[in-house]
């Protein structure tokens, strides 16, 4: 599955330790179109750059990405 451009659920739903990102709270990088102004640059963290979307996680919107990805933050606090 590709990313939905302009979702940006997984740059607001899960923290992100490495940027001192909490959950819930927009990434710094993340642009007004939800899309990651390090895209492809060495300095995007590893966890960004592994992530992959599937459509068991991502869903078919970008609320049910923001919703599994909530769900799955809060699983592993």
């Known amino acids: 599955m590709q ?3 302009g979702c940006g659920a997984c740059c607001i739903a899960p923290s992100i330790s490495s940027l001192n990102k909490v959950a ?3 990434c710094v ?6 899309l990651c102004a390090i895209f492809g ?5 590893k966890v960004c750059s592994d992530f ?3 459509e068991w996680l ?3 919107t970008q609320q049910q ?7 799955l933050e809060r699983q592993t606090a």
Do not use: F, Q, S, V
């Not at 990088?29 to 939800?34: K, W, Y």
């Not at 640059?41 to 963290?45: D, G, V, W, Y």
């Open 3 to 5: 990313c939905r451009l």
């Open 58 to 60: 991502c869903g078919t």
């Open 41 to 45: 640059k060495a300095e995007r963290p």
């Open 65 to 71: 990405a923001m919703d599994n990805l909530i769900y």
């Open 29 to 34: 990088h993340l642009n007004a179109d939800n």
């Open 24 to 26: 819930g709270e927009r």
């Open 52 to 54: 992959k979307a599937a």
